[in-house]
């Protein structure tokens, strides 16, 4: 199959808190797992992505961590900031030749 | 600005006409790939180009069909349009394939069917 499952769907957390989302892929061939950041009417950005090989990166406040064994990799974003809420997308790659994108996890980060 | 550009931004027609969406990839990029995301729903792939050549399908209508061309630009057309199909269409690129390239977005066509 191709899926990628994403949770929660929505997410609200006080300024400061932590924030987790997670996600499972069904594909045991993906090698490839970015996460998107999307806000009201604008693109996808990318904001972190992570390769097979490798079981945990880190970039600032947000980190992703993989597991091949379980098909799980998650999101994590510490120290949240208002600027921080938007829609969050993670993704796995199927086949080298396409991105199949969970369904998003709206977050909102209350000041 | 990704780099990656899409025209028009918003298109408005009616059922049944046919649109051409049209994507220029980033400078050195030889991938295509054309999302379609309606309201409040997530990204739904549709097409991959790869240097002209179509790599891979996703749920994609009979109705919609799409090309690159060898300048690289790529054509999402979309024809007997119906109100359904109303949505954001994003394209995006990358160097290459998907084992080790970044896939960016550009800003979107806004299609209305009414």
């Known amino acids: 199959g191709e899926n990628v499952e994403q949770h929660p769907s929505t997410l609200s957390v006080q300024e400061g808190d932590s924030a987790v989302i997670k996600c499972t892929y069904s594909?045991?061939?993906?090698?490839?797992f970015p996460w998107y950041k999307q806000e009201l009417g604008k693109r996808p950005q990318l904001i972190i992505d992570?390769?097979?090989?490798?079981g945990e990166k880190k970039d600032q406040r947000i980190a992703v961590t993989l597991n091949k064994t379980a098909k799980h990799f998650s999101l994590h974003i510490t120290e949240t900031q208002p600027e921080d809420s938007a829609v969050y997308f993670c993704?796995?790659?199927?086949?080298?030749?396409?991105?199949?994108f969970g369904t998003g996890t709206r977050l909102l980060v209350s000041p | 600005d990704s780099g990656v550009t899409q025209t028009p931004k918003h298109l408005i027609t009616a059922t049944g006409q046919r649109v051409t969406l049209r994507c220029s990839p980033r400078?050195?990029?030889?991938?295509v790939y054309w999302y379609q995301q309606s309201l409040d729903q997530g990204l739904q792939f549709l097409i991959h180009?790869?240097?002209?050549?179509?790599?891979a399908k996703g749920n994609i209508l009979e109705r919609f069909s799409a090309q690159q061309f060898p300048d690289l630009h790529s054509e999402l057309n979309l024809s007997s349009l119906e109100l359904g199909d109303s949505a954001l269409y994003f394209c995006?690129?990358?160097?290459?394939?998907?084992?080790?390239?970044?896939?960016?977005f550009g800003s979107g066509t806004q299609l209305s069917v009414l």
């Open positions: 995006a690129s990358s160097v290459g394939v998907l084992r080790d390239e970044k896939l960016f």
């Open positions: 594909d045991s061939a993906s090698n490839y």
């Open positions: 992570i390769r097979s090989n490798v």
């Open positions: 993704a796995a790659s199927i086949g080298f030749q396409k991105l199949v």
């Open positions: 400078s050195g990029d030889l991938s």
């Open positions: 180009y790869y240097n002209g050549e179509e790599r």
